[in-house]
C-alpha cells in the first residue's frame, strides 16, 4: 500500500441478476485529500460505496487501509465503522427531536448512566474544533439543515474516522450553507481525514475536491489530478463521448419559440394556496415551455403545487382552454390533463417497494378506478413502451423501482406522467440530483414535447438550465411574483437583477 494513501480498494467486483454493477474497479484515496466520486447515474459510484461500508458483499477484490496490514473484511456498517470508515448520506439520518449532543453520541452512552453534563461538554468540544455554529444542549430540529449536515460529519469525525464519505451533502443546501460545509471539509483534510464527495454539482467538484476517480458502466474510467482534467473533459468521461453541443438545445429552443403560439391551454387568476404564497396570475400556451425562477424558498414550488391541486387552494379563477374548471386535489387536475412531477422524488415521487411496472402505471391506473385494473399484458405493453422511449436502465420492468439509480428514478416518475398524455406537464426539479447525460436528456426532451404541442412549466435551480429550455421566466422573490422575462432578456443577469430590484429591476 502506498505511503501516502489512507484507503486502497483494488479489483472490485459486484453483479447483480441481470446487471455487473462493478467490474475490476480500482480506487486510492490519500490521506487529507478531498477525491471527487463522479459518474452518470447507474455508474456503479453508489455500489462502490455500499462495498466499502459493507451494505454490499463484494463479489472479488481487496480492501487494504493505512494502519491494517492485511485486506480488511467489511461485512456490515459496523464493521466499516470499526476501522474508520464513516458515511454521511444525502438523507439525515439523526433524530431531530434530540438534542445536537445526544445525536453525536447516541448509540454510545449507557442510558440512564449517561453522564449528560460531561456528554454535553464533551459535544461542545467537538463543535467548536470544527467551527460548527451549535451548541450541544439546542434540539437538532431547530438548526439549519447545513448545520444537521455539520452534526452528522461532527458525530462521523469523533468515531476516530480515517475515511469520511459524503454522499450528495450538498443537494438541498442553499449557497451560503454549501459554502460553510466546504470550510468544515478543508478543515477536516487538514486534520488528515481522507474525505470522498459525491455529488453532481460540477462547480462544487472544482472548487473544493484535490482529484477525481470517474466510473462508467461499473468500469474504471480513470484517476484523475483536478488541474489535469478541465470540465469539458470530465464530461466527456462521464459520458463516452463528447457531450452534445449545448447549442443543440438551444437552437432546438428557436425553432420552438418561432412557432406561431395564441392558444392558451392553462390560466388562473389571484390563485392562493394555504402555503403562504400571495395571490398571483399565471398562464402558459400551446407547446410553450415556461419557468418559475427564483432563490431558495422563494415560492416556485409552491405555485405550482396551488396550480396541481397538490396545496389546499384559498382563492382564485382557473381556465382550461377558456373554459371554468375547479381544481381542489390532484384528481382534478389529472382529470383536466394537467401533470405534476414533484420536487423531492423520494417523498411524493416513486413507491420505493413496487416495480418500475407498477411505478408507470400509477397515475392512469389512478385516473381509471383501481376497481378497473389493467391487464398484466397491457401494464407490461406501458412500461416496456416507456422504458424503451426514455431509455430507462433497469435489469426489468418488475425490478423494484428502489434499486434504481436516481436519474433512472426520475425517468420512470415521467413516463408515469407521460402516459396519460396530459395537454400540461409540469416538472419541478426534475433534474436534481442525476448525471449530466441524463440532464441533457431530459432538456431534449422536454424541447421535444412542446414542438409536439405539449405545454410545460420547466422549474430548475440551475438557472443556465432555465435559460436553456425555456422562453418565458415568472420571476419570484419573498413568495410573490415580481416580474416576467422573455426574448433578449432572458440572461443570468437580468434575472439576478429582477430578484434583487423586484418589479423595477
Not at 470508515?85 to 427531536?97: A, D, K, R
Not at 447516541?106 to 449517561?114: E, K, L, S, W, Y
Amino acid at each position: 500500500m502506498n505511503e501516502q494513501s489512507v484507503l486502497e480498494m483494488r479489483g472490485i467486483y459486484k453483479s447483480f441478476p441481470g446487471v455487473k454493477a462493478l467490474q475490476n474497479v480500482d480506487f486510492t484515496l490519500r490521506e487529507g485529500e478531498i477525491h471527487a466520486l463522479m459518474g452518470e447515474n447507474g455508474a456503479g459510484k453508489s455500489t462502490l460505496i455500499k462495498v466499502l461500508t459493507g451494505v454490499y458483499t463484494k463479489d472479488e477484490g481487496d480492501i487494504f487501509l493505512k494502519g491494517i496490514e492485511n485486506a480488511v473484511a467489511i461485512h456490515s456498517p459496523q464493521d466499516a465503522q470499526k476501522v474508520g470508515i464513516s458515511t454521511v448520506y444525502q438523507e439525515i439520518t439523526l433524530c431531530p427531536n434530540l438534542t445536537v449532543a445526544e445525536n453525536m453520541f447516541i448509540g454510545r452512552g449507557t442510558g440512564i448512566m449517561q453522564d449528560w453534563k460531561k456528554m454535553n461538554k464533551d459535544a461542545d468540544k467537538i463543535l467548536m474544533s470544527l467551527g460548527i455554529p451549535a451548541v450541544s444542549t439546542q434540539q437538532l430540529a431547530s438548526c439549519s439543515l447545513a448545520v444537521q449536515q455539520m452534526v452528522a460529519i461532527a458525530r462521523a469525525v469523533d468515531m476516530e474516522c480515517k475515511v469520511l464519505i459524503l454522499d450528495e451533502p450538498t443537494s438541498s443546501l442553499d449557497e451560503q450553507e454549501v459554502q460553510k460545509l466546504f470550510g468544515l471539509m478543508r478543515d477536516l483534510k487538514k486534520k488528515g481525514v481522507g474525505i470522498i464527495f459525491v455529488t453532481h454539482f460540477l462547480d462544487q467538484v472544482y472548487e473544493v475536491c484535490d482529484r477525481i476517480t470517474v466510473l462508467r458502466d461499473g468500469q474504471l474510467v480513470g484517476e484523475y489530478e483536478i488541474k489535469d482534467l478541465p470540465r469539458v473533459k470530465l464530461v466527456a468521461k462521464m459520458l463516452g463521448k463528447e457531450m452534445d453541443d449545448m447549442s443543440d438545445i438551444k437552437s432546438d429552443a428557436k425553432t420552438y419559440e418561432a412557432k406561431d403560439k395564441s392558444e392558451v391551454v392553462f390560466e388562473a387568476k389571484d390563485l392562493v394556496s394555504d402555503a403562504g404564497i400571495r395571490p398571483f396570475d399565471f398562464h402558459i400556451e400551446k407547446g410553450e415551455v415556461n419557468g418559475f425562477t427564483g432563490l431558495l424558498g422563494s415560492g416556485r414550488s409552491e405555485c405550482v403545487r396551488a396550480i396541481f391541486g397538490a396545496d389546499r387552494v384559498l382563492g382564485g379563477e382557473v381556465k382550461k382552454n377558456g373554459k371554468p374548471i375547479k381544481i381542489n386535489k390532484p384528481i382534478d387536475a389529472m382529470k383536466n390533463g394537467i401533470a405534476y412531477l414533484p420536487e423531492d422524488r423520494k417523498v411524493d415521487g416513486i413507491i420505493g417497494d413496487l416495480s418500475v411496472r407498477e411505478n408507470i402505471i400509477l397515475a392512469l391506473q389512478v385516473m381509471k378506478g383501481f376497481f378497473k385494473p389493467f391487464t398484466k399484458a397491457q401494464a407490461y405493453a406501458f412500461a416496456e413502451e416507456y422504458i424503451k422511449a426514455l431509455n430507462i436502465k433497469t435489469a426489468s420492468a418488475d425490478t423494484p423501482i428502489k434499486s434504481l439509480s436516481g436519474g433512472n428514478q426520475q425517468k420512470v416518475i415521467l413516463a408515469r406522467w407521460l402516459l396519460t398524455h396530459p395537454d400540461y406537464l409540469i416538472l419541478d426539479e426534475p433534474t436534481r440530483g442525476i448525471d449530466v447525460g441524463t440532464k441533457v436528456d431530459i432538456q431534449k426532451l422536454v424541447l421535444k414535447l412542446a414542438s409536439e404541442g405539449m405545454s410545460v412549466t420547466f422549474i430548475s435551480s440551475e438557472t443556465d438550465e432555465m435559460l436553456r429550455t425555456c422562453s418565458r421566466l415568472i420571476v419570484m422573490r419573498d413568495r410573490k411574483v415580481v416580474g416576467e422575462l422573455k426574448g433578449d432578456e432572458l440572461t443570468q443577469g437580468k434575472i439576478m437583477s429582477t430578484i434583487a430590484g423586484g418589479e423595477n429591476g
